[in-house]
């Protein structure tokens, strides 16, 4: 094997290391989040997941922006922070299961709140984040 081969092989390798820390990481603070809510006694909703979902909606609308624009980082600086660490931090299968569970205990106006609040919100923070960025 080749120098550069070598060192490409090595470089693909920190690049996955650095997906699985920030993924590793957004996905302690995502359950860190969901046992302060718990711990406060937020329990109408699941607001573990709604936080995390929405703040995570904000960043990605945020970081799309800023990242290309104000503060220009590598492609695979962004892949890390987008797809690694808001990866890990929000989540659809929880939000998901959730929202499934809902309806299987007969909580259907609840079920379908919590669906149009994520998706709503969600979009919303989105836009949000987007819109800072490019006017900050």
Known sequence: MSTS????LVAN???Y???ML???TGVLLRYLLTRLTVHLGWSALP????IANL???FLIGYLSWVLVHRWPVSPETQVVLTTGFLGGFTTFSAFSLEALMMFEHGAEVKAFAYIALQV?????MCLLGLM???HA
């Open 47 to 50: 607001f573990g997941t709604i």
């Open 5 to 8: 081969s070598s060192r490409r």
């Open 22 to 24: 920030a993924g590793g």
């Open 13 to 15: 390798y920190m690049f």
């Open 55 to 57: 703040v995570g909606c």
């Open 120 to 124: 709503i919100l969600g979009i919303s």
């Open 132 to 134: 800072l960025a490019k």
């Open 17 to 19: 290391l650095a997906i």
